[in-house]
């Protein structure tokens, strides 16, 4: 077991945290997993929406993410700025300025002369010029950049990051241990985590995200999610459950599904559950019908196969990558027919899918392991 370091400093960890959103969240878990073994705990600062709750969760100090003032007198005494993981360095998601808010955050690091590391990012979209040029102007002064997929390293190279100033390695959240569901939520919805067959009274996940897309003839959606809904309870004697991974985002969402429809074998999965947890009820289901990336990242580590819905480029590449696209769907052909031509393609290929996720699992949580090994010698070197 290594030694605590007993120093004064603190590391600061910069992300999209406090925000209840499942994939996030699953990323700063995995993190302090990782840094808590040789970091007290206490000398974690992570910059969290919901300081408080963040506290209570991880066991670390948190501070509001817009208390500017907290976050420069912590900067005094920080040894190590960790901005990551996640979708940060974008701006086709929310009002456009998660670039000017992360960039900024290094920028104050580094007027401050503390070490600045980017860890498990994925980078873009970025669309506006001026966004790529700040990008190029503030990465190009950090020191270390890990990236978590190769078109995100590629498009550093474009914006002007030199190449040997970006390592790649796979998304944190497959370091994530498991965590045993609540007896309360076994019990209540009959959960043993023994996975069946698709062929054989499945259980299926349903994970989607409240976004432009889906707002986007949004009536229309709904209705073909209900229909594909029936056709799985109905035609493929599914049990489904409805698993928010934002509740205060998708709880719309769902909640419209839920008033249109009232088919028994629908259950809806409002308990919060934190993200190991939630890796754990992936365990129980035989198939997933996930927007989320982590809830396709999730599919992966259980061995799950999955119907990817492509919103996103992030989703769009992990799958190819994978060699799986005939699981994507776009998020644009919602239908029974299109829904059911690709559970025909899992029920024929089932067992060579199962394989590749085991194996794809097992390299991508090696690839993981080797960028948190990079992330802690940096750690260990400036702390």
């Not at 007993?6 to 999209?16: T, V």
Request: proline share 4%.
């Amino acid at each position: 077991m290594n030694k605590k370091v007993e120093q004064k400093k603190s590391i600061i960890i910069s992300g999209y945290y406090g925000f209840d959103n499942c994939g996030d969240e699953a990323i700063l878990m995995a993190m302090i997993q990782k840094l808590s073994k040789f970091i007290p705990p206490k000398r974690i600062i992570v910059l969290s929406q919901t300081p408080q709750k963040t506290e209570i969760e991880y066991k670390v100090n948190a501070i509001y993410r817009l208390n500017i003032y907290s976050i420069i007198a912590q900067l005094k005494n920080t040894g190590v700025f960790i901005s990551g993981g996640g979708g940060l360095l974008q701006d086709v998601s929310g009002r456009g300025l998660s670039i000017i808010y992360y960039l900024s955050l290094i920028v104050l690091a580094l007027l401050f002369k503390v070490p600045v590391v980017v860890y498990g990012q994925g980078i873009g979209p970025v669309k506006k010029p001026i966004n790529r040029k700040l990008i190029k102007i503030v990465l190009a002064k950090v020191k270390l950049i890990i990236v978590r997929d190769e078109q995100s390293g590629i498009l550093l190279q474009e914006l002007g990051i030199k190449k040997d100033s970006v390592q790649v390695y796979s998304d944190p959240s497959f370091l994530l241990l498991k965590e045993e569901l609540p007896d309360h939520i076994s019990e209540k919805y009959k959960l043993n985590q023994e996975v069946k067959a698709f062929t054989s009274n499945p259980i299926a996940a349903l994970v989607l995200r409240n976004c432009g897309e889906i707002k986007q003839d949004y009536k229309q959606k709904i209705t073909q999610l209900i229909k594909i809904m029936d056709y799985l309870t109905e035609k493929q004697q599914t049990n489904i459950f409805l698993v928010p991974f934002q509740f205060n985002n998708d709880l719309s969402l769902y909640d419209d599904l839920r008033r249109m429809i009232s088919n028994s074998e629908v259950n809806y999965l409002y308990e919060g559950l934190n993200p190991a947890q939630m890796l754990s009820l992936f365990s129980n289901f035989s198939l997933i019908i996930g927007m989320r990336f982590h809830a396709v990242i999730f599919a992966t580590i259980c061995n799950i196969p999955f119907i990817a819905i492509d919103y996103d480029p992030k989703v769009r590449n992990y799958v190819n990558g994978l060699g799986l696209p005939e699981l994507l769907l776009s998020i644009n052909q919602l239908s029974v027919k299109n829904v059911a031509d690709k559970l025909r393609y899992i029920k024929d290929s089932q067992e060579n899918i199962k394989t590749l996720l085991k194996s794809a699992a097992k390299e991508y949580q090696h690839s993981a392991g080797a960028g948190v090994d990079k992330l802690i010698s940096f750690v260990k070197d400036h702390y």
